[in-house]
Each structure stands twice: as structure tokens, then as C-alpha cells.
């Protein structure tokens, strides 16, 4: 939710919706840049602020929001009561800034709807078995309303956000990109982890175990967005579905690795217990039974991989490390795909065709990656999108 | 609780006494004009938002100070755990905006200073017996931690505000005026009630309820503060203790009541039921069985007031109501200073040399207040505090 003004524009949404159906449970997030705001105040107080301060500070982003929603649905005529992620029953894991949700108490969410209010839930948040306030990280919100529309055996869950759906590509990348009407949970999941910044994979991969049909909208512009749900088994046709770009990467090599069982191991066990996520992994065979070993991780961490990476390389005697922060990856996604080789050599021809050099590559049942030079990310997408005519998606 | 430097400056105050203290439990209110920015916010969606949203709303602004300070406790190498309302276990009868705290679980307060804990808890909060989030209204935080020392048989309970303590008057007023280093609950209710803005009479009510010990201290500045504790009952000398002033306060009078029982009461009744409280009342016998009735209260609720009292005087067929803003009351406080005349006395001689008019006289055990025309108040103040010699206050 951005502001003030826009909280109005939403409640007046919200009490038009409630007149249609019977029951609503609406999840809010933080209004616009709250949550960076209270972040900053904490970075100003110290560095690292321990994880639980930070959980009771930022959740009180969601609290604001849910209040002021609740206001404004009074002041239209509506009956509306707010629940913070505790009163809506929502308990999680211990683990502060990223918890998961481990169960629901439907209590006083049941009870709310049984008195005739439209239930306005805070996104993000819950409480751990102690009690202690717990927020649950990238994508909160909208996991939050799929667990709720899930367990309430919702007909289904509408996700409001800043584009009026998913498209084949970015629009600020590839004008021509186009709105998708309908995707699946795998690939919308692929998508989202490969760079579509609409949704977090994460909410998509609860989506799908509960097989909660999604809508994603638009909360500026009326729509028919896209509908995310399970894809129709009876249609054998692979398709490319849509093209994502992800820039915010970086990429290590570990040199003249000595071919000894176990060196990848000790590496990628190093880097995961500090929780970086590896990427992309290639380990080429060069000579003399030493190896390179390349892979890629978020921006965000690639400081701290660079220093795990070396003294891991010193430990296992390589002959150095080098890397490079101006990689980005283009992708593209569809159930099948990769069951057709006719379409990665399409993919591979459309980036030769633009003279984009292709320096790592992963796939997947539903996925291509091509790690590429960051310079020219837009034109290896223009060149994907067009190669599969995406922009005639949504075409009859 | 100011702003970030000022948190980081009572984080340090708080780690250096917690070396001195074995325990400590801290109460803090809300950031600066958080509250007010809150509020704010809620006035922009609708003018008459409902008060559970309101709490819902507010409470987050202590949420965030104790997140915050807790923090910077860290920050400093000490331990410390924060608290909302409710995981402190404050649980609040069912009203809203001014709820009053019905009981407290100590469970989780115990544990957290057993593990050697700082604990840092939100004031002006607690949860009613729903789960609903309830704020205690003015005077809320102090309230909060004036209960928290009495439950936990506190030593006693600092409250750090923007002055150094209590003073013979207000300084802005009167620059003579003298910091207090001594006075007793009673004495102390007065002057709250009356006018003197470093605390809430509902705050001193419990203290005193409960025997905690109070210290008044500036969170800017060193100093010994002023203590409240129980009056010693061995002196018998009574003394004149401070001067206070209140300008918040309007007077209205219902002219020529006829003098039939009841009146009076079907009157302030019907305030009551609005819970406008009245503050001074005087009933003037004039001629042939009708009266006046004057009564003063406070410029909030004075046109509401206003529109009561006009309804009611038709009803009992009053000759009409008139009403003046423009009315300040000063008050002497001091335990049994109405038992001796002289200090009535000099008091009415003291605003009469300033040709200042009486316009009416109100008094208890503890005090003696006049309504004077608001232009007067500053000289109506300083002849006073001059009569009784408070600027001595203090001096052996």
C-alpha cells in the first residue's frame, strides 16, 4: 500500500467487492516505503541489529497499514475489523527476519467473518510459540494471504500489486512484452525465481501445495491480470512462456582446482553455512586433472562469497580466485521445455545471432539460463522474446 | 523518547545504572510527535476513526521505541529484551483510548529479568481479555510503569521527563520558581490536577495506591529530581507547597434556575452520561428562589458543554446560558492548607493588590483555586508565589 490517498482508493475497492461476496479476508503489506524507513532508523541505532529487535520493529509497518485500511472502510460504510499476524492465529518458526509459517489458529479470523466483517489481516507477520513478534521475510505478504486463502478454503486469493499481471518479459526491458492470461505454478515459480520481480517464488511454491488459484492484479488499473493455477495436463504442446532477466549477480571462479573427490563439497558447504545461495555451478575439466570451478551468487552476497571463496581456495590449494559482478542471466521459462532441443538452440541462435557471448549455462525441466555480459542483457531478451513471438501471447 | 540520538544517549544512561542495579525494567513511550503524526494520519482517512483501530494504530509507536532502544542497549554490549504491552503481560479492562489496566501476568517480565535481561517495555499498552490491542489514555506510559514497580516490588520507579523535577510553579510562568526536591502523593495529585504538566494525577493516584516510591528527573540533565513518596506524618506545620495554573478551562453559566431540587443534578447529569467532568461549581442564591449555576470545564470539551447545558436549560426553563473562554484558575497546593484561614487570606490579598478579580473560589484539604480572567494569569501566578515565599523553596 502506497499512501494515504491510496488507502482510500482500496477501502472504496474492498467495500464494492464485499457487496458481491459473502466473506473477505483482505492481507495488507506496509504503506510504500515504511518498512525501508524503520530499517533505516535501526541502521542509524547500530549496524546489526540483532534479529529479533528488528522483527518487533518492522512489524509494526503492517500494524500501521491494517489500522488505517480498517478506518477508511468505517468511514465508506463498511464493517471491517483489523487482526495484527497474532490475533489472525498466524504461528511460525523460531527464526527471526525469515521465519516460516508452521500452523494456524483460525479462531479469531472465523469468528470475525462469522460477525459479518471484512477481515483485514497484517501481511508479513506472526508470532513464534513464545510469543515474540516474527516477520517472515521476502514475499511475506502475499504468503500470508495464500496460507489464510488456503486454510479458509478460499475460492481464491487476488494478489493486488504494481503491474496489472505477469508478463513474457519486463516491460521496462522489452516493450513489446505482453500479459500473460494464464500460467501454471511451475512456471509462474521459475519465473519468479529467475528474475520476474511480481511475486516471490516462495509464495507461489505454497500456492501451489495448496493449490490456492491466484490472480495477479493490478491495484491501480481494472484488469483480468493472470491467473496462476495448476496447468492442464492434457496439453502435450511445449511453449515458451515468458523471458526474465536477473542482473543483480556476480560470478567466482576458483582456478586450477585439484581434481580430489570432495573439493566441490567443501566449498559449497562452506558458502551455505553462511547461507549464500549458490547459483549456477559449472565445473570444467581443464588439464593435468585440474578443474576451474565458476558459479554465480546474488550481488547482495557477493562480497562474502569472495572472501568464504578464497580462504576455501587457500585451504585446497587452487591456484587462485577471480570474479566479475557485470554478469547478468536471461532465461526463458516453460513446462517441457528443455525436453525439446530444438528450442535451447533457438534460444543459443538468437544470442549468437546478436553476438551476446554465452559464458555459463543451466537448465532445468522448465528452464534456460545463459549467464551473459551485463552490457547487453536488454538486447539478449529483445532477441528471446522475439525468437518465440511472445509478443503474440494472449492472442486468439 | 525524542528522537535516534537521544535513544542512544538514555541507552547509555540505562547500561551504566544497570552495573549499579541488579534489575532493571524500563518503560518507554512513543518517539517525539509520533503519536500525534499517527493520529494525524488516521484524521486524513476519516475524521471520527473508531477507537479500537486507533489503539490498533497508536500502539505502534511504542513498539517502535522499545525496538529501537533495545537496540542500542545491544549496541553498547549490555543484554536486554523488549516487551510490547501484552507480552509484559498488561491485560486492560475492554474500553479503548483510555483503558485501565485490570491485572498483570509477570511470567514473561520474570523470566526475562532471570535470564539478566534489561527489559524494555512499551508503555501505554496492553491487550483486553479478547486479544485486543487497548491503549491507557493519558498519563498511559508513566501509569505503565508505576504498576510494573509496584508488582515487582521495585525499589522504587524513576520518571524521566523534560524538566528536572517538580517545581513551586510553572518556570515559564514564574522565573523564580523552585524545584521541589520533596512532596507527598496527595500534594502532588493536586498539583497535577491542577495544572502542572510534569505528570498525570492518574499516574500519582496509583503510586500512591500501590506506596511506590517516585523520582521526577530530567532525561537531559544530571540532578536529584523530586521525590514523591508518602508524606511524613509528624509535622504538623502546614505549608504552601506550589502555585499552578490552568488555561485549558471555560466557564458557563445557566442564569436565573428556578430553586427547585433536582436541578442541579439533572443538569450535571447530563454531562456526566457526555463524561464532559466539571470542574469548579458554584450555586448563587439570588432573589425570589432563583439561582445561577456556574461551573467550569475543560476548552476541549467546552463546546459540547455548551450545547448540553443549553438544552438542559430550556428543559428547566433557565432565563438562559452565557459562557466565557477567556477564564484561568490558580491554585495554592499544600497538605491541610485550608485548615489555617490566614493562607486563604493572604492569597486573596495577594491577587487583590494586583487588582485582579476573583471570579470564583473553589478549595479542598490540599489546595484553594480562583478563577481569574486568562490575561491575569502570569501576575496572578508570580504575586502568589511571591506571598508564600516559594522562591525560598529548597534553601536550608
Do not use: W
Not at 76 to 96: F, P, V, Y
Not at 214 to 235: A, D, H, P, Q, Y
Request: charged share 25%.
Amino acid at each position: 500500500m502506497a499512501n494515504l490517498s491510496r488507502i482510500k482508493r482500496i477501502a472504496r475497492k474492498i467495500v464494492d467487492q464485499a457487496r458481491e461476496n459473502c466473506k473477505l479476508v483482505v492481507v495488507v503489506s506496509a504503506m510504500g516505503k515504511t518498512t525501508d524507513r524503520l530499517i533505516g532508523m535501526a541502521q542509524r541505532i547500530t549496524p546489526q541489529p540483532r534479529d529479533r529487535e528488528l522483527d518487533m520493529l518492522i512489524s509494526t509497518g503492517e500494524q500501521v497499514s491494517i489500522a488505517l485500511l480498517t478506518m477508511a472502510i468505517h468511514s465508506l460504510g463498511g464493517k471491517a475489523t483489523s487482526l495484527t499476524g497474532r490475533q489472525a492465529g498466524i504461528i511460525t518458526d523460531e527464526t527471526h527476519t525469515r521465519a516460516k509459517v508452521a500452523s494456524l489458529n483460525q479462531d479469531n479470523l472465523e469468528s470475525a467473518l462469522a460477525n459479518g466483517n471484512i477481515v483485514i489481516v497484517a501481511g508479513f507477520q506472526g508470532i513464534n510459540t513464545h510469543g515474540d513478534i516474527t516477520t517472515l521475510g521476502r514475499g511475506g505478504s502475499d504468503t500470508t494471504a495464500i496460507i489464510l486463502a488456503a486454510q479458509l478454503k478460499a475460492k481464491g486469493c487476488e494478489i493486488y500489486t504494481d503491474v496489472d499481471g505477469v508478463y513474457t518479459a519486463d516491460p521496462h526491458m522489452v516493450p513489446e512484452a505482453r500479459r500473460i492470461p494464464k500460467i501454471s505454478y511451475d512456471e509462474m515459480s521459475e519465473m519468479a525465481s529467475l528474475g520476474a520481480k511480481v511475486m516471490h517464488y516462495r509464495t507461489i511454491d505454497v500456492a501451489r501445495n495448496y493449490q490456492v488459484k491466484m490472480i495477479v492484479k493490478s491495484s491501480f488499473l481494472e484488469g483480468e491480470g493472470t491467473i496462476i493455477e495448476e496447468g492442464s495436463k492434457m496439453i502435450e504442446k511445449v511453449e515458451v512462456r515468458g523471458a526474465t532477466q536477473e542482473t543483480r549477480a556476480g560470478k567466482i571462479v576458483v582456478q586450477s582446482v585439484p581434481d580430489t573427490p570432495g573439493i566441490a563439497h567443501k566449498l559449497f558447504k562452506a558458502l551455505a553455512e553462511k547461507e549464500i545461495i549458490v547459483d549456477m555451478i559449472i565445473q570444467s575439466a581443464r588439464r593435468n586433472e585440474v578443474n576451474d570451478i565458476a558459479f554465480t551468487v546474488a550481488s547482495s552476497d557477493f562480497n562474502r562469497a569472495i572472501q568464504i571463496t578464497k580462504q576455501v581456495a587457500e585451504e585446497i590449494k587452487a591456484q587462485g580466485v577471480i570474479y566479475d559482478l557485470e554478469v547478468a542471466k536471461v532465461s526463458i521459462i516453460g513446462a517441457g521445455i528443455t525436453s525439446d532441443p530444438a528450442i535451447a538452440a533457438r534460444m543459443f541462435g538468437a544470442l549468437a545471432k546478436e553476438n551476446i557471448n554465452i559464458d555459463m549455462i543451466s537448465t532445468s525441466n522448465l528452464r534456460i539460463s545463459c549467464l551473459i555480459n551485463t552490457s547487453r542483457i536488454k538486447d539478449a531478451v529483445e532477441a528471446i522474446h522475439q525468437e518465440f513471438n511472445l509478443e503474440r501471447v494472449g492472442e486468439e
